[in-house]
């Protein structure tokens, strides 16, 4: 392929208990597009990606040379633009989707040579935590493994009733740090308690039982040692459920709190507010977001010569969802 498109989904990671083992993607996204070129040039648009570096040392184009080391072939030259909706370094996975994105759309321009298993086991070597990578590349909720060898993962269809609510508060928190704070061992009936939660939260995730979610995201592992970096976090996990949540924890290593909610119910913005009101009381300003698991992982789309480059494709999206509000009259 001359030209690609990638579209590749945040991830929330752990979902509680499942800490390194449960993911979902959100249908909130990064854009990649990329093409063989003479010369490399990376485009960011967007305030999002500042800092991010614009040479040969940005992520997308040494994960990119990876796969074509893999796949036996040199492409050292690329072209590539992104964009993304992805908020960096708040526990959303900005990173695991630019790894999965990168990944899809090198393997795109090369005719997939390596297997969706292959960029599973890349990303997950690299990223280390499989249930980030793995929702981004399979999309749904990814129950899965990396024991530093090899990662396996199985995909669940999410319920279709279920919503996700995130409070991204306005400071970043590196996975880095947040991994830090954490014991090197834990005790056993710690250890228990996860295993018996993130089991039943499985269970719970796989059969559409909505009402289990309350008692089974709850966790022992990693979620007390982070509270601490995430002034309200206490408060919003032992309380969410009281205001409306299926269930409540910290996104992947936070700061973003994530709550599950069923699409029905009818006490939406009294959670919202409470989260928000939580952190702020706090003194930590947050944007809520509404999301929906997305069912869909990474693609990657063949792009024509008729096709606007990425920067002028965003702005004809807006335009079209200008026009779409106008014509609902809001
Ligand atoms: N598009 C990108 N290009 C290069 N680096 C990126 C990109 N997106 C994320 N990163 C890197 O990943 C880091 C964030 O990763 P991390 O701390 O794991 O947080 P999270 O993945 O939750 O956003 C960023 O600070 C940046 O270094
Ligand atoms: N399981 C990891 C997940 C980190 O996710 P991120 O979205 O914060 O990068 C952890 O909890 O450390």
Redesign the pocket.
Known sequence: MAKVRVKVPASTANLGPGFDALGMALNLYAYIDMAIADKTTIQLIGDQ?NG?PTDKS???YTVAQMVFDQAGVSHPELYIA?Y?DIP?????????S?IVGALAGANALIGNKLTQDELFQIASRLEKHPDNVGASLFGGIVVAFWDGLRAEAIRLEPDQNLEVLVAIPDFQL???KARSVMPKEVAMKDAVFNLSHSSLLVAALATGNLGMIRHAMKDALHQPYRAPLIPGMATILAQADQHGALGVALS??GPTMLALVDARSDRKEELEAFLKETLRREGVSAQTLWLKPSGEGVTAKALGEEDADLAGWLDQVSEVLIAEESAKGV
Do not use: D
């Open positions: 990606m991010i940005n992520l997308i992104m993304s960096l370094t708040r526990g959303l996975g900005s990173s695991a630019a590196s996975t880095e992947g290593a």
